[in-house]
């Protein structure tokens, strides 16, 4: 079956269930898909592709779990990308045109892309296309997202569970996206903020401009920790 037969399979289930129109149905599939993908990567900022540190995307998300999500596993992705002329084609061409003629969710997309880009030797395992390396991380935190973007922004929280970094703001923009200098530069960070309802958000970091693999997987978990800290300090404020 294919990616779009599957999915509107699922489309039209869900309007059998709910009463819900096409476009409402599909809107929330998608939803779905983005907030149930691997913890680890999911809510990456805008047009940033998910990061690996040392680990190859068809490491890391099985051909199971690809199928299971898409229609397709690594093998069927590489061999239709291959087809199409994905090898001459850059890193944006490639997501849009599995978002728009796959009907792929996009950050399965972009984990899709990523994969195909390692597969056919045109980025190592961390590293972007073009060059240089990035680390990211991510979490689901049991506050409103506007509680969580001020965990970033405002500098007396953010000393709390992110100390004795120097982080100097590039751009904030409430409650949705935060850029910063790292450490005084080179490296820097692009934060995306993404609701979950009222009470819950989801927080991506994405570390950019590193300068080897060794160096994307200590930040990356560097970030697993420290994101773990920002989660335990707002969810037991909210408690009290």
Known sequence: MTTQKSFKTRVRARMAKTGESYTTARRQLLAKAATDAPASTTGAPPGAAPATGSRGQRDRISAAVLR?????????WILLLDRW???????????????TAQEVPGWWAQTITVGYEQARGLRAPGQRRGGGFEATGSRTVAV?????????ADETVRRRWLPDVPVRVRTATAPKTFRADWAG??????????????AKA???????????????????????????ALKQLLESEEAR
């Open 144 to 152: 409103p997202v506007a509680v969580l973007f001020a965990a970033f």
């Open 185 to 198: 530069g080179p490296t820097r960070i692009a934060v995306g903020f993404t609701p979950i309802g009222e």
């Open 85 to 99: 002329g994905a090898a001459d084609r850059n890193h944006t061409e490639i997501a849009r045109w599995l978002v």
């Open 68 to 76: 299971e999500r898409t229609g397709r596993d690594w093998d069927e």
């Open 202 to 228: 989801r927080v991506a970091v994405l570390h950019e401009k590193l300068t080897d693999a060794a160096e994307a997987d200590r930040l990356k978990a560097y970030w697993r920790d420290r994101l773990a």
